[in-house]
């Protein structure tokens, strides 16, 4: 499976991708990697722009990034792709804490890999190996919560869901702080929606390719 093309990145570089508004920060391919339309397309049957489950309607900060446990079990959130950096890449899960500076934070897992457009090709190598230690499983009970990456290899504050969390803690990604492209999930053969799963890409560097960690998370409802 092949997933660049000149068509593919004309489109992304000019900012005509369907069903881009004015205000959504373009997505730009990196150098010779698999870039975020292709995935969307080949990997889900997901459109990058008309399926989008939280563009940017108004403002950056004001866009929405909370989930809530759908049912019974615990929420699953698992890192299905690695194509950031190298250096030790962390997951994990926040609530709300007393402002906009200091959700309380709870890491899951981590890995020390980077997958390669081949892997992508052959299915190869996917999804990357965890640490010992790391789990994907966590109950947040019936509250509202979000979720984070971050990389050891960026002396910042990490990437949440919520861009309002970005701009008060990350001094370096503040100017544009929307870094999670969240999708409904779906099954590529049938094109059907898998019910309460959800697809993030997630940009933890400036470039905005929005494939650096690729998850997927389960027995959730995205809510504003």
Do not use: H
Not at 40 to 67: E, H, I, R, Y
Not at 86 to 91: I, S
Not at 161 to 171: D, F, H, Q, R
């Amino acid at each position: 499976m092949r997933f660049l093309s000149t068509i593919t990145v004309i489109a992304l570089i000019t900012g005509q991708a369907s069903g881009q508004s004015s205000s959504q920060p373009k997505v730009t391919p990196g150098a010779a990697e698999p870039d975020w339309v292709a995935i969307l397309d080949g990997f889900f049957g997901l459109s990058m722009f008309g399926d989008l489950a939280n563009p940017v309607k108004t403002t950056l900060v004001a866009v929405p990034g909370k989930f809530q446990k759908a049912g019974p079990g615990p929420v699953i959130y698992t890192p299905i792709f690695a194509l950031g950096l190298e250096t030790t890449n962390r997951g994990g899960w926040y609530t709300p804490g007393n402002d906009d500076t200091s959700p309380n934070t709870k890491p899951l897992w981590s890995y020390t890999f980077k997958n390669t457009g081949n892997d992508l090709e052959t299915g190869k190598r996917l999804p990357p190996p965890l640490a010992e230690g790391s789990t994907t499983r966590f109950d947040p009970g019936t509250s509202a919560f979000g979720v984070w990456v971050a990389n050891d290899g960026l002396k910042d504050g990490g990437v949440f869901s919520e861009p309002k969390l970005v701009k008060a803690i990350n001094s370096r990604l503040a100017k544009q702080p929307y870094k999670a492209m969240i999708y409904p999930n779906k099954e590529k053969a049938t094109g059907k929606l898998v019910p309460n799963s959800y697809l993030i890409g997630w940009e933890y560097s400036t470039n905005d390719d929005f494939q650096d960690v690729v998850c997927r998370i389960d027995n959730v409802i995205l809510v504003d």
